[in-house]
Protein backbone atom coordinates (compact mmCIF):
# COMPACT_ATOMS: atom_id res chain seq x y z
CA UNK A 1 0.00 0.00 0.00
CA UNK A 2 1.43 3.53 -0.96
CA UNK A 3 0.06 6.25 0.70
CA UNK A 4 0.55 10.06 0.14
CA UNK A 5 2.97 11.72 3.02
CA UNK A 6 2.65 15.43 3.13
CA UNK A 7 6.23 15.50 5.33
CA UNK A 8 7.46 13.97 2.21
CA UNK A 9 5.62 15.11 0.03
CA UNK A 10 5.84 12.04 -1.99
CA UNK A 11 4.09 8.68 -2.40
CA UNK A 12 5.85 6.06 -0.09
CA UNK A 13 5.41 2.48 0.67
CA UNK A 14 3.30 2.02 3.57
CA UNK A 15 5.03 -0.26 6.37
CA UNK A 16 3.55 -0.16 9.65
CA UNK A 17 5.88 -0.17 12.56
CA UNK A 18 4.64 -2.79 14.23
CA UNK A 19 3.67 -5.77 11.77
CA UNK A 20 -0.24 -6.51 11.82
CA UNK A 21 -0.96 -3.06 13.74
CA UNK A 22 -1.42 0.37 12.70
CA UNK A 23 -1.60 2.91 14.72
CA UNK A 24 -3.09 6.35 14.25
CA UNK A 25 -4.21 9.92 15.19
CA UNK A 26 -6.63 11.87 14.03
CA UNK A 27 -7.46 15.69 15.06
CA UNK A 28 -11.06 15.75 15.68
CA UNK A 29 -13.32 18.34 16.87
CA UNK A 30 -13.10 21.71 18.90
CA UNK A 31 -16.81 21.60 20.30
CA UNK A 32 -18.05 25.11 19.63
CA UNK A 33 -20.65 24.39 16.79
CA UNK A 34 -22.63 21.59 15.26
CA UNK A 35 -21.03 19.95 12.16
CA UNK A 36 -21.73 20.98 8.65
CA UNK A 37 -20.97 18.25 6.33
CA UNK A 38 -17.01 19.81 5.98
CA UNK A 39 -16.04 19.00 9.43
CA UNK A 40 -17.23 15.43 8.72
CA UNK A 41 -15.63 14.86 5.72
CA UNK A 42 -12.62 14.43 7.66
CA UNK A 43 -14.59 12.17 9.97
CA UNK A 44 -15.49 9.79 6.98
CA UNK A 45 -12.60 9.54 5.11
CA UNK A 46 -10.23 8.20 8.06
CA UNK A 47 -12.96 6.07 8.49
CA UNK A 48 -12.58 5.23 5.23
CA UNK A 49 -8.60 4.10 5.19
CA UNK A 50 -9.19 2.43 8.59
CA UNK A 51 -11.80 0.43 7.38
CA UNK A 52 -9.67 -0.65 4.55
CA UNK A 53 -6.77 -0.87 6.76
CA UNK A 54 -8.83 -3.92 9.05
CA UNK A 55 -9.90 -5.02 5.73
CA UNK A 56 -6.51 -5.70 4.90
CA UNK A 57 -6.11 -7.72 7.74
CA UNK A 58 -4.18 -4.79 10.51
CA UNK A 59 -5.58 -4.10 14.08
CA UNK A 60 -5.95 -0.65 13.74
CA UNK A 61 -5.73 1.67 17.07
CA UNK A 62 -7.55 4.96 16.11
CA UNK A 63 -6.95 7.91 18.38
CA UNK A 64 -9.32 10.82 17.66
CA UNK A 65 -9.22 13.76 20.14
CA UNK A 66 -11.83 16.15 21.42
CA UNK A 67 -10.98 19.85 21.78
CA UNK A 68 -12.86 20.87 24.33
CA UNK A 69 -11.10 23.80 25.73
CA UNK A 70 -10.48 26.65 23.37
CA UNK A 71 -10.98 30.07 22.71
CA UNK A 72 -14.01 29.51 20.70
CA UNK A 73 -15.93 27.67 23.26
CA UNK A 74 -15.30 30.14 25.79
CA UNK A 75 -16.91 32.80 23.30
CA UNK A 76 -19.41 30.54 22.43
CA UNK A 77 -20.04 30.49 26.56
CA UNK A 78 -20.48 33.85 26.58
CA UNK A 79 -23.09 34.18 23.76
CA UNK A 80 -24.91 31.58 25.54
CA UNK A 81 -24.79 32.62 28.64
CA UNK A 82 -23.80 29.07 29.20
CA UNK A 83 -20.86 27.65 31.16
CA UNK A 84 -18.07 26.26 28.94
CA UNK A 85 -18.46 22.77 30.33
CA UNK A 86 -22.30 22.76 29.09
CA UNK A 87 -21.08 24.43 25.59
CA UNK A 88 -18.52 21.64 24.99
CA UNK A 89 -20.60 18.65 26.30
CA UNK A 90 -23.28 19.48 23.92
CA UNK A 91 -21.54 20.18 20.64
CA UNK A 92 -19.38 16.74 21.85
CA UNK A 93 -22.55 14.72 21.66
CA UNK A 94 -23.34 16.75 18.87
CA UNK A 95 -20.62 15.52 16.61
CA UNK A 96 -20.72 11.80 17.98
CA UNK A 97 -24.42 11.70 16.44
CA UNK A 98 -23.19 12.54 13.08
CA UNK A 99 -20.36 10.47 13.09
CA UNK A 100 -22.72 7.80 13.75
CA UNK A 101 -25.32 9.46 11.48
CA UNK A 102 -22.76 8.67 8.85
CA UNK A 103 -21.98 5.61 10.00
CA UNK A 104 -18.25 5.99 10.74
CA UNK A 105 -17.06 3.46 12.98
CA UNK A 106 -16.23 4.82 16.42
CA UNK A 107 -12.55 5.27 17.44
CA UNK A 108 -10.73 3.46 19.89
CA UNK A 109 -10.54 5.97 22.42
CA UNK A 110 -11.63 10.04 22.30
CA UNK A 111 -9.54 11.57 24.66
CA UNK A 112 -10.74 14.98 25.46
CA UNK A 113 -8.18 17.81 25.90
CA UNK A 114 -9.27 18.78 29.80
CA UNK A 115 -8.39 15.02 30.76
CA UNK A 116 -5.28 15.34 30.08
CA UNK A 117 -3.76 18.53 31.97
CA UNK A 118 -1.33 16.38 33.86
CA UNK A 119 0.45 14.68 30.60
CA UNK A 120 0.75 18.40 28.86
CA UNK A 121 2.37 19.43 32.14
CA UNK A 122 4.93 16.91 31.77
CA UNK A 123 5.72 17.44 28.30
CA UNK A 124 5.96 21.20 29.35
CA UNK A 125 8.97 20.26 31.70
CA UNK A 126 10.58 18.36 29.35
CA UNK A 127 10.56 21.12 26.65
CA UNK A 128 11.96 23.73 29.12
CA UNK A 129 14.61 21.07 30.45
CA UNK A 130 16.02 20.79 27.12
CA UNK A 131 15.55 24.80 26.19
CA UNK A 132 13.14 24.19 23.79
CA UNK A 133 10.38 26.59 25.80
CA UNK A 134 10.16 29.29 28.43
CA UNK A 135 7.56 30.22 30.54
CA UNK A 136 6.70 34.08 30.85
CA UNK A 137 4.42 35.59 33.40
CA UNK A 138 2.40 32.87 33.30
CA UNK A 139 2.12 31.62 30.04
CA UNK A 140 4.47 28.91 28.46
CA UNK A 141 6.10 29.53 24.90
CA UNK A 142 7.91 27.33 22.51
CA UNK A 143 10.92 28.81 20.94
CA UNK A 144 10.51 28.11 17.43
CA UNK A 145 14.53 28.98 16.89
CA UNK A 146 15.10 26.32 18.69
CA UNK A 147 13.95 23.73 16.92
CA UNK A 148 16.12 23.23 12.86
CA UNK A 149 13.25 22.08 11.92
CA UNK A 150 10.63 24.46 13.08
CA UNK A 151 8.93 24.86 9.51
CA UNK A 152 9.78 21.52 7.91
CA UNK A 153 6.18 19.89 7.22
CA UNK A 154 4.61 22.98 5.85
CA UNK A 155 7.27 23.38 3.69
CA UNK A 156 7.59 26.98 4.80
CA UNK A 157 11.04 29.05 6.01
CA UNK A 158 11.17 30.62 9.93
CA UNK A 159 11.85 34.04 8.59
CA UNK A 160 8.58 34.10 5.96
CA UNK A 161 6.81 33.26 8.34
CA UNK A 162 3.55 35.84 10.35
CA UNK A 163 3.86 36.29 14.29
CA UNK A 164 1.45 32.81 16.32
CA UNK A 165 -2.12 34.54 16.36
CA UNK A 166 -2.49 33.07 19.42
CA UNK A 167 -2.20 35.70 22.23
CA UNK A 168 -2.94 39.03 23.12
CA UNK A 169 0.16 40.27 23.17
CA UNK A 170 3.77 39.90 21.63
CA UNK A 171 5.81 41.55 24.58
CA UNK A 172 6.59 38.09 26.40
CA UNK A 173 7.88 36.37 23.76
CA UNK A 174 11.20 35.89 22.59
CA UNK A 175 10.29 35.61 18.84
CA UNK A 176 7.12 36.45 17.48
CA UNK A 177 6.56 33.22 16.23
CA UNK A 178 6.64 31.47 18.92
CA UNK A 179 3.74 30.22 20.20
CA UNK A 180 1.62 29.25 23.40
CA UNK A 181 1.82 25.80 25.31
CA UNK A 182 -0.32 27.32 28.15
CA UNK A 183 -2.29 30.56 28.24
CA UNK A 184 -2.23 32.10 31.84
CA UNK A 185 -5.35 32.81 33.38
CA UNK A 186 -7.79 35.35 32.66
CA UNK A 187 -10.40 36.32 35.43
CA UNK A 188 -13.66 34.21 35.06
CA UNK A 189 -11.75 31.74 32.42
CA UNK A 190 -11.13 27.96 33.43
CA UNK A 191 -8.07 27.21 34.89
CA UNK A 192 -5.79 24.61 35.91
CA UNK A 193 -2.83 24.78 38.15
CA UNK A 194 0.75 24.14 37.03
CA UNK A 195 4.24 25.02 38.11
CA UNK A 196 4.25 28.31 36.12
CA UNK A 197 0.81 29.67 37.42
CA UNK A 198 -2.84 28.82 37.16
CA UNK A 199 -3.61 28.88 33.13
CA UNK A 200 -5.24 26.66 30.49
CA UNK A 201 -3.94 24.88 27.55
CA UNK A 202 -3.04 25.78 23.98
CA UNK A 203 -4.49 23.81 21.24
CA UNK A 204 -1.57 21.93 19.70
CA UNK A 205 -0.07 21.13 22.54
CA UNK A 206 -3.26 19.08 23.70
CA UNK A 207 -2.62 16.57 20.62
CA UNK A 208 1.50 15.97 21.13
CA UNK A 209 0.41 15.05 24.62
CA UNK A 210 -2.49 12.90 24.03
CA UNK A 211 -0.78 11.27 20.96
CA UNK A 212 2.04 10.12 23.22
CA UNK A 213 -0.30 9.44 26.09
CA UNK A 214 -2.02 6.89 23.65
CA UNK A 215 0.24 5.78 21.42
CA UNK A 216 3.77 6.28 22.56
CA UNK A 217 6.82 7.51 21.36
CA UNK A 218 6.07 6.76 17.42
CA UNK A 219 2.74 5.85 15.98
CA UNK A 220 2.16 5.25 12.37
CA UNK A 221 -0.28 7.40 10.56
CA UNK A 222 -1.54 11.56 11.28
CA UNK A 223 -4.12 12.81 10.34
CA UNK A 224 -6.47 15.61 9.85
CA UNK A 225 -8.09 18.07 7.20
CA UNK A 226 -5.62 20.12 4.95
CA UNK A 227 -6.38 23.55 7.02
CA UNK A 228 -4.38 22.09 10.06
CA UNK A 229 -0.63 21.47 8.53
CA UNK A 230 -0.36 25.28 9.59
CA UNK A 231 0.19 25.81 12.25
CA UNK A 232 -1.92 22.93 14.17
CA UNK A 233 0.44 20.20 12.80
CA UNK A 234 4.05 22.10 12.32
CA UNK A 235 3.41 22.76 16.15
CA UNK A 236 2.91 19.31 17.15
CA UNK A 237 5.32 17.80 15.48
CA UNK A 238 7.85 20.53 16.96
CA UNK A 239 6.50 20.02 20.80
CA UNK A 240 6.79 16.29 20.24
CA UNK A 241 10.25 15.95 18.34
CA UNK A 242 11.45 18.45 20.57
CA UNK A 243 10.27 16.51 23.57
CA UNK A 244 12.63 13.43 22.12
CA UNK A 245 9.87 11.48 20.70
CA UNK A 246 9.56 10.14 16.71
CA UNK A 247 5.86 11.35 16.65
CA UNK A 248 4.65 10.30 13.06
CA UNK A 249 5.66 7.97 10.34
CA UNK A 250 3.23 9.44 7.90
CA UNK A 251 0.99 12.76 7.78
CA UNK A 252 -2.38 12.12 5.73
CA UNK A 253 -4.29 15.25 4.85
CA UNK A 254 -7.84 15.24 3.27
CA UNK A 255 -8.79 18.18 1.28
CA UNK A 256 -11.63 20.66 2.00
CA UNK A 257 -15.57 20.14 0.89
CA UNK A 258 -15.63 23.48 -0.98
CA UNK A 259 -18.55 25.70 -2.27
CA UNK A 260 -18.00 28.54 -4.95
CA UNK A 261 -14.16 27.02 -4.52
CA UNK A 262 -14.08 28.31 -0.97
CA UNK A 263 -13.37 26.08 2.06
CA UNK A 264 -16.49 25.67 3.59
CA UNK A 265 -17.25 27.57 6.93
CA UNK A 266 -20.32 27.99 8.77
CA UNK A 267 -20.99 31.51 8.34
CA UNK A 268 -23.39 29.75 5.34
CA UNK A 269 -25.74 28.75 7.69
CA UNK A 270 -27.57 26.09 8.92
CA UNK A 271 -28.65 24.53 5.64
CA UNK A 272 -24.93 22.00 5.44
CA UNK A 273 -25.46 21.64 9.42
CA UNK A 274 -25.34 17.35 8.61
CA UNK A 275 -28.80 17.45 10.88
CA UNK A 276 -30.18 19.43 7.85
CA UNK A 277 -28.51 17.62 5.10
CA UNK A 278 -30.04 14.38 6.04
CA UNK A 279 -33.13 15.24 5.46
CA UNK A 280 -32.87 16.05 1.46
CA UNK A 281 -31.20 13.06 1.00
CA UNK A 282 -30.75 10.00 3.51
CA UNK A 283 -27.49 9.30 5.74
CA UNK A 284 -26.33 6.68 3.28
CA UNK A 285 -26.29 9.08 0.20
CA UNK A 286 -24.92 11.41 1.89
CA UNK A 287 -21.74 9.56 3.30
CA UNK A 288 -21.57 8.06 -0.80
CA UNK A 289 -21.14 11.55 -1.61
CA UNK A 290 -18.61 12.25 0.96
CA UNK A 291 -16.84 9.19 0.57
CA UNK A 292 -16.71 9.23 -3.29
CA UNK A 293 -14.07 12.53 -4.25
CA UNK A 294 -9.98 11.45 -3.94
CA UNK A 295 -9.93 12.06 0.10
CA UNK A 296 -6.60 14.88 -1.24
CA UNK A 297 -9.12 16.26 -4.00
CA UNK A 298 -11.18 19.30 -2.80
CA UNK A 299 -15.34 18.16 -3.18
CA UNK A 300 -17.40 21.36 -4.53
CA UNK A 301 -20.60 21.05 -2.50
CA UNK A 302 -23.55 21.85 -4.36
CA UNK A 303 -27.59 20.28 -3.81
CA UNK A 304 -27.45 19.17 -7.42
CA UNK A 305 -24.25 17.01 -7.31
CA UNK A 306 -25.51 15.87 -4.24
CA UNK A 307 -28.79 14.56 -5.76
CA UNK A 308 -27.05 13.45 -8.42
CA UNK A 309 -24.30 10.95 -6.19
CA UNK A 310 -28.21 9.77 -4.34
CA UNK A 311 -29.32 8.73 -7.83
CA UNK A 312 -25.92 7.00 -8.60
CA UNK A 313 -26.09 5.48 -5.36
CA UNK A 314 -29.61 4.25 -5.56
CA UNK A 315 -28.69 2.42 -9.12
CA UNK A 316 -26.24 0.57 -7.51
CA UNK A 317 -28.25 -0.21 -4.27
CA UNK A 318 -31.67 -1.08 -6.77
CA UNK A 319 -29.19 -4.21 -8.04
CA UNK A 320 -28.27 -5.44 -4.49
CA UNK A 321 -31.94 -5.39 -3.47
CA UNK A 322 -33.02 -6.86 -7.23
CA UNK A 323 -30.20 -9.52 -6.91
CA UNK A 324 -30.62 -10.29 -3.35
CA UNK A 325 -34.52 -10.89 -4.10
CA UNK A 326 -33.05 -13.70 -6.89
CA UNK A 327 -30.42 -15.24 -5.14
CA UNK A 328 -31.10 -14.78 -1.51
CA UNK A 329 -28.33 -14.53 1.05
CA UNK A 330 -24.95 -14.38 -0.81
CA UNK A 331 -21.70 -15.25 1.32
CA UNK A 332 -19.57 -12.54 2.03
CA UNK A 333 -16.54 -14.35 2.69
CA UNK A 334 -14.96 -14.83 -0.80
CA UNK A 335 -12.23 -12.36 -1.74
CA UNK A 336 -12.69 -8.59 -2.61
CA UNK A 337 -12.15 -7.74 -6.35
CA UNK A 338 -8.42 -7.31 -6.88
CA UNK A 339 -8.74 -4.42 -9.06
CA UNK A 340 -10.84 -2.56 -6.04
CA UNK A 341 -7.64 -3.79 -3.74
CA UNK A 342 -5.28 -2.55 -6.28
CA UNK A 343 -7.11 1.25 -6.25
CA UNK A 344 -7.30 1.78 -2.98
CA UNK A 345 -3.76 0.59 -1.66
CA UNK A 346 -2.75 3.33 -4.59
CA UNK A 347 -3.35 5.91 -1.97
CA UNK A 348 -7.14 5.07 -1.28
CA UNK A 349 -7.81 5.83 -4.77
CA UNK A 350 -11.71 5.86 -4.33
CA UNK A 351 -12.75 7.26 -8.06
CA UNK A 352 -10.75 4.29 -9.77
CA UNK A 353 -12.14 1.89 -7.05
CA UNK A 354 -15.54 3.03 -8.29
CA UNK A 355 -15.13 2.26 -11.47
CA UNK A 356 -14.29 -1.24 -10.39
CA UNK A 357 -17.43 -1.52 -8.69
CA UNK A 358 -19.65 0.23 -11.44
CA UNK A 359 -18.57 -2.09 -13.75
CA UNK A 360 -19.45 -5.02 -11.16
CA UNK A 361 -22.87 -3.73 -11.19
CA UNK A 362 -23.28 -3.13 -14.81
CA UNK A 363 -21.82 -7.10 -15.32
CA UNK A 364 -24.32 -7.78 -12.76
CA UNK A 365 -27.72 -5.98 -14.39
CA UNK A 366 -26.74 -7.75 -17.53
CA UNK A 367 -27.18 -11.60 -15.61
CA UNK A 368 -29.86 -10.25 -14.02
CA UNK A 369 -31.52 -9.48 -16.96
CA UNK A 370 -30.34 -12.85 -18.55
CA UNK A 371 -31.57 -14.80 -15.69
CA UNK A 372 -28.08 -15.84 -14.73
CA UNK A 373 -28.57 -16.64 -11.11
CA UNK A 374 -24.91 -17.70 -10.13
CA UNK A 375 -23.61 -14.92 -12.07
CA UNK A 376 -26.01 -12.61 -10.22
CA UNK A 377 -25.45 -14.50 -7.03
CA UNK A 378 -21.29 -13.75 -7.33
CA UNK A 379 -21.80 -10.14 -8.62
CA UNK A 380 -24.26 -9.20 -5.56
CA UNK A 381 -21.39 -10.46 -2.97
CA UNK A 382 -18.52 -8.55 -4.89
CA UNK A 383 -20.33 -5.54 -4.85
CA UNK A 384 -21.68 -5.66 -0.97
CA UNK A 385 -18.12 -6.33 0.02
CA UNK A 386 -16.39 -3.57 -2.07
CA UNK A 387 -19.17 -1.36 -0.60
CA UNK A 388 -19.02 -2.24 2.73
CA UNK A 389 -14.85 -1.27 2.86
CA UNK A 390 -16.91 2.53 1.46
CA UNK A 391 -18.87 2.01 4.77
CA UNK A 392 -21.86 1.87 2.59
CA UNK A 393 -23.69 -1.80 1.96
CA UNK A 394 -27.43 -1.08 2.35
CA UNK A 395 -27.80 -4.32 3.52
CA UNK A 396 -25.26 -3.84 6.60
CA UNK A 397 -27.83 -4.29 9.52
CA UNK A 398 -26.16 -0.37 10.68
CA UNK A 399 -28.18 1.02 7.65
CA UNK A 400 -31.62 -1.38 7.80
CA UNK A 401 -31.70 -0.52 11.70
CA UNK A 402 -31.79 3.04 11.22
CA UNK A 403 -33.91 3.02 8.12
CA UNK A 404 -36.62 0.68 9.49
CA UNK A 405 -36.28 3.15 12.97
CA UNK A 406 -36.91 6.25 11.09
CA UNK A 407 -39.77 4.92 9.04
CA UNK A 408 -41.39 3.20 12.15
CA UNK A 409 -41.29 5.95 14.21
CA UNK A 410 -43.01 7.85 11.70
CA UNK A 411 -45.26 5.28 11.06
CA UNK A 412 -45.89 4.73 14.80
CA UNK A 413 -46.58 8.63 15.44
CA UNK A 414 -49.01 8.94 12.76
CA UNK A 415 -51.15 6.21 14.52
CA UNK A 416 -50.79 7.50 17.76
CA UNK A 417 -51.74 11.27 16.37
CA UNK A 418 -54.95 9.51 15.12
CA UNK A 419 -55.49 8.14 19.07
CA UNK A 420 -54.86 11.42 20.18
CA UNK A 421 -57.28 13.26 17.50
CA UNK A 422 -59.68 10.41 18.49
CA UNK A 423 -59.36 11.48 22.51
CA UNK A 424 -59.55 15.52 21.79
CA UNK A 425 -63.24 14.88 19.86
CA UNK A 426 -64.41 12.58 22.65
CA UNK A 427 -63.32 15.44 25.22
CA UNK A 428 -65.16 17.93 23.14
CA UNK A 429 -68.14 15.26 23.66
CA UNK A 430 -67.94 15.35 27.33
CA UNK A 431 -67.13 11.41 26.48
CA UNK A 432 -64.69 11.73 29.39
CA UNK A 433 -65.32 7.44 29.65
CA UNK A 434 -63.83 7.39 26.52
CA UNK A 435 -61.04 9.96 26.45
CA UNK A 436 -59.99 8.28 29.51
CA UNK A 437 -59.91 4.71 28.32
CA UNK A 438 -58.01 6.33 24.95
CA UNK A 439 -55.11 7.67 27.41
CA UNK A 440 -55.17 4.28 29.12
CA UNK A 441 -54.89 2.29 26.37
CA UNK A 442 -51.80 3.99 24.96
CA UNK A 443 -50.47 3.76 28.75
CA UNK A 444 -50.84 0.09 28.61
CA UNK A 445 -48.33 0.09 25.39
CA UNK A 446 -46.24 2.74 27.12
CA UNK A 447 -47.38 5.83 25.59
CA UNK A 448 -47.72 8.72 27.96
CA UNK A 449 -49.78 12.05 26.66
CA UNK A 450 -48.90 15.04 28.09
CA UNK A 451 -51.25 18.15 28.01
CA UNK A 452 -49.81 20.93 27.19
CA UNK A 453 -50.62 24.53 26.39
CA UNK A 454 -49.31 24.07 22.89
CA UNK A 455 -51.39 20.87 22.70
CA UNK A 456 -51.24 17.35 23.55
CA UNK A 457 -47.40 15.71 23.39
CA UNK A 458 -46.87 11.82 23.41
CA UNK A 459 -43.47 10.42 24.80
CA UNK A 460 -42.32 6.64 25.63
CA UNK A 461 -42.47 6.17 29.42
CA UNK A 462 -39.24 5.58 30.69
ZN1 LIG B 1 -4.58 18.09 16.67
Known sequence: MRLYDTASRTLREFTPLTPGHVSMYVC?????AAPHVGHIRSGVAFDVLARWLRYSG??????????DIDDKILAKAETENRPWWAVAAYYEREFQNAYAILGCTAPTVEPRATGHITQMITLMEQLIDRGHAYAAQGDVYFDVRSF????????QRIDDLLPAADSATDSRKKDPRDFALW?????????????????RPGWHLECSAMAQAYLGNAFDIHGGGLDLVFPHHENEVAQSKAAGCDFANFWLHNAWVTTSGEKMSKSLGNSLLVTEVVKRVRPIELRWYLASAHYRSNLEFSDAALSEAAVSFGRIENFIRRGSEVVGTVDLSVSINADFAAALNDDLN???ALAVLQNA???GNSALAAGDTATVAT?????RIMLDVLGVDPLNPAWSATTDDGVLGE????????????RSAAKADKDFATADAIRDELKNLGVVLEDSADGVRWNVER
Not at 28 to 32: E, K, L, P, S
Request: charged share 15%; hydrophobic share 45%.
Open 183 to 199: KSAKPGEPAWPTPWGDG
Open 28 to 32: GATVQ
Open 58 to 67: YQVTLVRNVT
Open 379 to 383: SVAAV
Open 361 to 363: VTE
Open 350 to 352: VPA
Open 148 to 155: VDYGKLSG
Open 411 to 422: IADALIQQRIAA
